[in-house]
């Protein structure tokens, strides 16, 4: 079902991907296709990346990544997003197997704001400076290629507004014994400047 918020994990990739001058493009798989795997393969991207949202995706993950694979085995996929594990501190089992079997090619685990402009300098050979936390990127999500009157739809059909998620913080100031936020993420606050900027960005992007 498609939500009735825009994603924010695949803006934010794209919007490195614009950092670093690469052309990207984004594939919503709930209206693009009846064939998503040729729909990709027949792209031909150098570097293909799956965003896992949760646990319960894995198999059709895999599925998704085998057919295109078998489709156009030159393709090179990367998974991430907090769906690789089965919890916040599970193992990695998962894409230990799609590695072990070829399925995938790499994978980055935990926050990717830092991590995957690291790894697009070193798959194209760029020679971008990726010197700032996570919470302080020089890029901002990129929406623009989002179709946004999808989600206006969903949203309309709940009786709500389309919202957009923005990262105000990581972590928690707590330490409750129930929950394991805290075990993941030192607390962290994002810049009130970075926010207003990105609010602003986004309002350019998505007007109403």
Known sequence: MLSWYLP?????????????GLTSEYIDFNNESDNWAKLVADKNPKLLALSIFS???????????????????????????????TSINGSLEYVEKL???????????????????????????????VNYTDLTTPY?????????????????????????????SRGCIRRCTFCEIHQHWDYAQRPPTSIVAEIRHILAVIPD
Not at 63 to 76: D, G, R, S, V
Not at 113 to 126: D, H, I, R, T, V
Not at 141 to 160: F, G, Q, T
């Open 8 to 20: 924010a994990a695949p803006a934010i990739l794209l919007g490195a991907c614009n950092w670093l």
């Open 140 to 168: 901002l999500p990129d929406y623009s290629k989002y179709k946004v009157n999808w989600h206006r739809e969903a949203a309309s059909n709940l009786n709500l507004a389309p919202h957009v998620p923005i990262t105000g």
């Open 55 to 85: 646990y319960k995706s894995q198999q059709y993950a895999e599925q998704l990544a085998t057919e295109i694979k078998l489709l156009n085995p030159n393709i090179k996929i990367i998974i991430g997003g907090s769906g690789i594990r």
């Open 99 to 129: 590695l072990a079997n070829t399925v995938i090619d790499y994978y980055i685990d935990g926050d990717a704001e830092q991590q995957w402009p690291m790894f697009l300098n070193k798959f194209f050979n760029l020679t971008k400076p």
